[in-house]
């Protein structure tokens, strides 16, 4: 997979021979050491020849161009969901804090905890996290705002040359009235435009997922299609797949966070 955890990721190439050949390559490994598949996860797909990977999945995409003015990105917004939600959580008298400390990492940690749980998905193991603000330094930002000292919503942000990616986010739902969510992304944008960066990736949404496409349009993000491609191509999912998902769902939201926490553990390894 290309790469691991990442929305998309297009191959480094000159040229269509350059990705035949690679193309080529990766068919014959497949077949040699018996891989179930290999999946590669292009944002430009359809404008390239995939030789024998046909297209898999497919997702939203969007992204906000940071280029207009800072009053402008606000206009953007939608007025009630957005722009009324930010100016709440600044008369809430939210206070957001940001860093890559060990405190920050584990209120984001526990916020991450609270989410899985209401998506009924277990979580990437805290050392997953750990990992990423050791490997990526100061391009690597965790934004977690407070009401009365208490941790209630937190994004972990990316950043890449003049583009700026937000990869995860949580949040506490008792508090969601508070516009916690919406006042994080205002701050990472106000952020990014004092950098000089040009985009704000939001990330892929399953197509299905109308709730959270939405958000993101309503932050004033531009949507486009994700389709990823696979060799060989995958069978559709069985009605059998759809009850297995859904009897580990019910199982994973009744675990407690000790036991949730062991089956990311055990789990995430073999996703991406």
């Known amino acids: 997979m290309s790469l691991p955890f990442s929305d998309h990721c297009d191959p480094l190439v000159s040229g269509p021979e350059d990705l035949a050949s690679i193309l080529h390559g990766l068919q014959r490994i497949q077949v040699d050491e018996k891989l179930k598949n290999i999946e590669i996860r292009p944002l430009e797909s359809p404008a390239i020849e995939w030789g024998n990977f046909a297209a898999a999945e497919s997702f939203y995409l969007h992204k906000i161009d940071l280029r207009p003015s800072l009053d402008q990105l606000f206009r953007n917004m939608h007025k009630d969901s957005i722009q009324r939600k930010i100016r709440r959580a600044e008369r809430e008298g939210l206070v957001c804090e940001e860093g890559r400390s ?61 583009k700026v990616v937000y990869k995860y986010g949580c949040s506490d739902a008792e508090f969601h009235n508070l516009g916690g969510m919406p006042f994080l992304f205002w701050k990472t944008i106000e952020e990014a435009k004092k950098t000089g960066a040009e985009e704000l990736d939001l990330g892929r949404s399953d197509t299905d997922n109308a709730g959270l496409a939405q ?39 009744h675990l407690p966070d000790r036991c949730l926490v062991l089956a990311g553990r055990l789990l995430y390894p073999h996703m991406g």
């Open 102 to 162: 060990e405190a920050l990492l584990d209120k984001f940690y526990q916020l991450m905890l609270l989410t899985r749980r209401r998506h009924e998905l277990p979580p990437a193991p805290r050392d997953w996290f750990r990992n990423l603000v050791d490997c990526m330094g100061e391009k690597l930002t965790i934004r977690v705002v407070c009401k009365n000292e208490r941790a209630i919503a937190a994004v972990l942000i990316l950043v890449h040359k003049k």
């Open 215 to 253: 958000f993101k349009e309503r932050l004033g993000g531009f949507r486009s299609t994700l389709t990823y491609v696979k060799f060989p191509a995958s069978r559709a999912p069985s009605s059998r797949a759809g009850w297995k998902m859904q009897i580990a769902k019910l199982v994973v939201s």
